[in-house]
């Protein structure tokens, strides 16, 4: 007990400690999984010291549940996908948690497939399966859970410049999903204001194939409309990606105030790797998140861990490396 306590308290030191160097870090959430886990085994290890049946029961009830979630998950991927498809059409960023579901899915048909069969073949390919979606569901684990801490920490400190990203026009007209982004930037300019403080804005967004006008240009527009003088925008017309967006928004934030402070506002489901991408982007700011259709948000937060992972690709397509070798081994 005092030994899971004492490795907890160790993990979440070093979170502590690489939370306040930066909070824009994935590792983060690994340190706080970390001690998550340790301190869950710590309750265990506590209750068994008092009543042995009830540290039972709660284990049992731990085993039983992760593959009942890992069913539910499935069918709710599978549900949640269907409606991508009917609402936003049939394009690969709307096939995601479709694809995920049925996958869950084929990979329990798989699994008991394998134990029937008891063939030394497909129990080597079943264990090099285990093993890798073990390491990227811990890491989607981690993901998840520091992106919900990272989204509920509000950064008090006075900003130069609140920095809005694109995220695609309708011809020129901005949709839901980008006018949920304005709207809060909106929020923070005029909370801003009230505090006697007059940051400026940058819409950031270049103008894509399908796009009448860049997008920076329309979504200026919008925030006049609803009210925002026009003399507090900056207009950032060139970028095509969120390190474009970030890294040309920096570009006219240091040639106006060389030590500035900003802070960037995207929507909620793509604020974690908008922070990461601005620490790779040297970019002196942190995100905050607007709100997204619910529907939406599974699709999107698969997304956001894909890009994750691929940002990371050499070292963790080692680790899967690794691991697929061990279990190739284990079969030899």
């Known amino acids: 007990m005092l030994i899971s306590f004492g490795i907890a308290g160790f993990w979440f030191l070093v979170f502590a400690l690489s939370f306040l160097h930066d909070r824009r870090l994935f590792r983060n959430g690994i340190f706080l999984v970390l001690t998550l886990m340790f301190a869950g085994l710590g309750v265990i290890f506590a209750l068994d010291s008092v009543s042995g049946t009830a540290a039972r029961w709660l284990v049992l009830a731990i085993v039983v549940a992760i593959p009942v979630a890992i069913v539910v998950l499935a069918i709710f991927l599978v549900i949640n996908g269907v409606t991508m498809l009917r609402r936003e059409g049939r394009r690969p960023a709307t096939l995601l948690s479709l694809l995920a579901g049925l996958g869950i899915i084929g990979l329990v048909i798989f699994g008991i ?22 390491y990227i569901s811990f890491l989607f684990v981690c993901f998840l859970a520091y992106a919900f801490v990272y989204s509920r920490v509000r950064s008090s400190r006075k900003v130069d410049f609140v920095v809005v990203l694109g995220s695609g026009l309708r011809g020129s ?9 304005l709207d809060r930037a909106k929020q923070v300019y005029g909370r801003a204001v009230r505090k006697g403080r007059s940051p400026m804005i940058i819409t950031s967004g270049g103008q894509g194939p399908d796009e009448d006008v860049p997008e920076s240009h329309a979504m200026a527009s919008y ?6 003088p026009a003399d507090r925008i900056l207009r950032e ?15 006219l934030m240091v040639s106006r105030v060389p030590a500035y402070r900003c802070l960037i506002v995207t929507n909620n489901f793509h604020a974690f790797r908008a922070a990461l991408t601005a620490r790779k982007a040297k970019v002196n700011g942190q995100v905050v998140g607007s709100p997204t259709a619910a529907y939406y948000w599974p699709t999107a937060t698969i997304r956001e861990f894909v890009a994750i992972l691929y940002s990371h690709k050499y070292i963790n397509g080692g680790i899967c490396l690794l691991i697929t070798a061990g279990a190739i081994l284990q079969h030899v």
């Open 173 to 181: 007209r901005v949709p839901p999903l980008l006018a949920s982004r």
């Open 223 to 228: 925030l006049i409309d609803g009210g925002v």
């Open 237 to 251: 017309d060139r970028s095509t990606s969120t390190t474009e967006n970030l890294t040309f928004s920096r570009e």
């Open 113 to 134: 497939a394998v134990q029937q069969l008891s063939w030394e073949p497909f129990d080597a390919v079943r264990s090099i399966l285990v093993g890798v979606l073990t």
